[in-house]
Nanobody, 112 residues
Framework: QVQLVESGGGLVQPGGSLRLSCAAS????????MDWYRQAPGKEREWVAT???????NYADSVKGRFTISRNNARKTVYLQMNSLKPEDTAVYYC??????WGQGTQVTVSS
């Protein structure tokens, strides 16, 4: 079972930035696609971004141009740089990886 541990969430004002990290325990990290999802209160979990093993990226329309997903294979870590944050970005953010593994989530709150 792959273990994923997210960090970097917090409270930020609208227009601010945060960088989330997801550290993986798996030796196969470098060949795995990794994803970020989020779940807002009272809503279903939604896909945010994906990065393939080759570094190709894809984003949900709601975050395109504001969020950037990246990875460091040597550190077995995937990142989500979030800029120009909006109140509607408030959610618990989850990392998703090999074998359908999920992290515990990290809370992001965008509020003045």
């Amino acid at each position: 079972q792959v273990q994923l541990v997210e960090s970097g969430g917090g409270l930020v004002q609208p227009g601010g930035s945060l960088r989330l990290s997801c550290a993986a325990s798996a030796m196969i990290f470098s060949i795995a696609s990794m994803d970020w999802y989020r779940q807002a209160p009272g809503k279903e979990r939604e896909w945010v971004a994906t990065i393939t093993s080759g570094g190709s990226t894809n984003y949900a329309d709601s975050v395109k141009g504001r969020f950037t997903i990246s990875r460091n294979n040597a550190r077995k870590t995937v990142y989500l740089q979030m800029n120009s944050l909006k109140p509607e970005d408030t959610a618990v953010y989850y990392c998703h990886g090999p074998g359908g593994s999920w992290g515990q989530g990290t809370q992001v709150t965008v509020s003045s």
